[in-house]
């Protein structure tokens, strides 16, 4: 069964900082691609990072120059540090697994961010 878990969401000031994680189990960790994706209340699923086997990073346009997006093959974990937070980044913040190969796609169970003062 696969499950990603995701933890380090949280109310936070603007200008403030906070580091997601996701922890993978189920699937062959290394051979997939881990993203970020948010949805905002009333809005439609964005992506926010994501990061390849080969740790090729993409980000969105909103958050580039303040997310960082890594993965730590060993432990089966993709993180998200975000930095310089904003109000219009307040959202559930969602993990995901994604293999073109196999069409595998995989999500987790969301995690809050707030961003208010």
């Known amino acids: 069964q696969v499950q990603l878990v995701e933890s380090g969401g949280g109310l936070v000031q603007p200008g403030g900082s906070l580091r997601l994680s996701c922890a993978a189990s189920?699937?062959?960790?290394?051979?997939?691609?881990m993203g970020w994706y948010r949805q905002a209340p009333g809005k439609q699923r964005e992506l926010v990072a994501t990061?390849?086997?080969?740790?090729?990073?993409f980000y969105g346009d909103s958050v580039k120059g303040r997310f960082t997006i890594s993965r730590d093959n060993a432990k089966n974990t993709v993180y998200l540090q975000m930095n310089n937070l904003k109000p219009e980044d307040t959202a559930v913040y969602y993990c995901?697994?994604?293999?073109?190969?196999?069409?595998?796609?995989?999500w987790g169970q969301g995690t809050q961010v707030t961003v208010s003062s």
């Open positions: 990061v390849t086997i080969d740790r090729t990073t």
């Open positions: 189920g699937i062959i960790f290394s051979i997939h691609t």
């Open positions: 995901n697994a994604r293999r073109v190969a196999t069409n595998a796609n995989y």
